[in-house]
């Protein structure tokens, strides 16, 4: 009997067609090795182990980003563009008078389309080279506005909080599609293996409306949702080891209780909850390092304080929440996300002037100096701050001194992070009732993001029940005029 042969291995090539068909095929294995390795996936040679798959290893876009990093200054509630960032002189005069027919029908949460248009009783003056027009409840954020690209005619779907929020943070009005900040620490991974890639600070006065939900993992594999760290003295609970449990004690327990874990989840390896709690233990020890000096912010000047205004009573908390989250995106923390306004917040139903001016007094030097520390730190460049609620309010009034939701027409603004600063993009009609010019839906500002983290957002997808889906879903289309 002849040995069986492999002819393709004991023909010799004949050609030079023929000899790179045969060699091309390691170029392909060395391609593969280099993403294995990159993911954490390749048998350690030294070890003969095969490394557990990291989730949050770092991982390539699909261009070279112009944005790193994200913090997300979620204005909870809805902040009226029309006290804020968007002057309207045609709505001072038409103060008191019914909604022109010209407008047409529109739809409202709480029937606020029949009531008589309401005046704003905030200045506006213009400010830096690009003379942007903003509001005397941000006076310290106007000295910035050279860094901001205001978008003046953003609109969504709902007239409702929780369908609002949802369409803003996960990009449908329906609740269980991952966040942004998920989608975002799926596509890029994590800078630091020492801290989540993915924090939320929730307001102490109570959550958005909607909830966890906001800042969920959806359908993404669970190591992809937010975390949730608190502002004040002990931002992280239970983050210090108890004085009788040594170093070499807990490093045992968690050993013990990740090779249980890892013989418990070989019976169930698509549990991607389980395979995070397990990452979890393991991120949680490393924190006890990491994490404490990270929210320690004692050693930072009194300038640096008196900036983000930690010496105020009125800023104080917000302030620290705002130095905190600089201090996780110098350290790798991939996305943050600061939520201004308790579980009502900017929802100013009956008093829209003392609602905005409270929240506008908490959060605007603080965020005037967050963009300024980023700024001096050369970190804005590689940050994209982001500014906005679920949506606006209405032209019209609600028990005359409050605006109802306006999901039409709002503002919004993004600075640094690869944004072409000191402009304006996009208009809303005279009154400020809907988005008429350079409209922007929410999925435009979800793609305009994505690009700048280096995204084509129809290609960052993730197969769930046959599909591939998408933070945009079948919408979405980047804003050049916002890119630098």
């Known amino acids: ?68 990093r994200v913090i997300f200054l979620f204005m909870s509630g809805g902040p009226s563009h029309l006290e804020t960032f968007d002057p309207k002189p045609d709505l001072q005069r038409l103060h008191g008078e019914r909604l022109p027919e010209s407008f047409g029908a529109v ?30 409840l941000f006076p310290h954020t106007a000295q910035s506005v ?47 293996q020492n801290m989540p890639a993915y924090v939320v600070l929730p307001d102490p006065g109570g959550w958005v409306k909607g909830g966890a939900p906001a800042w969920g993992n959806g359908y993404l594999p669970a190591a992809y949702q937010g975390t949730v760290i608190r502002g004040g003295k002990l931002p992280i609970l239970n983050l210090h080891t108890p004085k009788d449990i040594t170093g070499e004690q807990q490093r045992r327990t968690l050993d013990l209780v990740n090779q249980l ?37 004692a050693k930072e ?19 620290l929440r705002c130095l905190l989250a600089r201090r996780m995106v110098e350290r790798g923390v991939r996305f943050v996300q600061l939520y201004c306004g308790d579980t009502n917040g900017w929802d100013g139903h009956s008093d829209i002037e003392g609602n905005h001016g409270k929240l506008a007094r908490q959060c605007d030097l603080p965020i005037a100096g967050l963009l300024k520390d980023l700024k001096a730190r050369g970190l804005l460049d590689s940050t994209l701050v982001i500014w906005g609620g679920e949506f606006g309010r209405t032209p019209m009034s609600e028990g005359n001194t409050g605006r109802d939701h306006n999901p039409h027409g709002f503002c919004m603004w993004l600075a640094g992070g690869g944004v072409k600063g000191g402009q304006i993009i996009g208009a809303t009609d005279a009154i400020g009732l809907r988005a008429v010019e350079d409209r922007t839906h929410v999925h435009d500002i979800h793609a305009t993001i994505l690009h700048l983290l280096g995204f084509d957002h129809e290609r960052l997808t993730f197969r769930h029940n046959g599909r591939d ?15 630098a």
């Open 301 to 319: 000047t009194e300038a640096t304080k008196r900036l983000y205004g930690l010496k105020e009573n009125a800023t104080s908390e917000f302030g």
């Open 146 to 192: 050279d860094d901001l690209c205001l978008l003046r005619g953003c609109y969504g779907d709902s007239v409702t909080h929780p369908e609002s929020v949802y369409l803003m943070n996960n990009g449908s009005i329906l609740m269980g599609r991952p966040s942004l900040g998920s989608w975002v620490t799926y596509g890029l991974g994590t800078e630091n």
């Open 1 to 68: 009997m002849r040995p069986l042969t492999n002819p393709n291995i004991d023909r010799q090539p004949t050609s030079r067609r023929d000899f790179l068909r045969t060699a091309g095929g390691g170029f392909g294995m060395i391609a593969l090795t280099a993403l294995l390795a990159e993911q954490g996936l390749l048998k350690a040679a030294d070890s003969g182990e095969v490394a557990s798959a990291n989730p949050l290893a770092p991982k390539q876009s699909h261009r070279t980003a112009q944005a790193k």
């Open 261 to 297: 874990n890892q013989e418990h989840l070989k019976q169930r390896a698509n549990d991607s909850e389980l395979s995070a709690r397990i990452a979890s233990y393991e991120l949680a020890y490393r924190m006890q390092s990491s994490a404490t000096e990270v929210v320690d912010t």
């Open 469 to 483: 889906e998408r933070l945009t879903d079948t919408a979405g289309k980047v804003i050049d005029k916002a890119i």
């Open 107 to 136: 739809k409202t949460r709480r029937g606020v389309e029949k009531n008589r248009l309401l005046a704003t009783k905030r200045t506006f003056k213009k400010y830096g080279e690009s003379g942007m027009d903003v509001s005397d």
